[in-house]
């Protein structure tokens, strides 16, 4: 995978066909705790840096990630982003793909992302 600045540069290219985001709050409602406690999760806040640091594509589906996990298990972990405030989902037929919401989170919490793109992630043992 091809790494980008993390500015997201790929998300400025919307393609036309683009679906209506799933229910999500609006910039002047998302609240910081709420954030914090979505992104407390290690593989949460991997999921966020993966989507800033290495997009491509304007979303991505699940698979994308390459996670050996259950998809229920994604499922919930990526319906607590979306529920925050993190990321923004579309149903696209059966599959649900995200990205970061980038400019509604830097207009509420300036400088925010940038740690998240400066974590790293610690070694397991």
Avoid at 22 to 36: G, M, N, S, W, Y
Avoid at 48 to 63: F, G, N
Wanted: some cysteine.
């Amino acid at each position: 995978m091809k790494r980008q600045s993390h500015s997201n540069q790929a998300a400025d290219l919307k393609p036309a066909d683009l679906p209506e985001p799933l229910a999500e709050p609006a910039v002047a409602d998302l609240r910081l705790e709420e954030i914090f406690a979505a992104l407390a999760d290690p593989l949460r806040l991997t999921i966020v840096r993966m989507l800033m640091l290495e997009s491509e594509a304007y979303d991505h589906p699940c698979s994308w990630f390459g996670f050996d996990r259950p998809k229920s298990s994604l499922t919930h972990h990526f319906k607590a982003l979306r529920e925050a405030g993190v990321l923004r989902q579309r149903q696209y037929g059966l599959e649900r793909r995200s990205r970061v919401r980038t400019e509604d989170l830097n207009e509420r919490f300036p400088g925010l992302l940038d740690l998240v793109v400066q974590w790293e992630a610690p070694n397991e043992a």
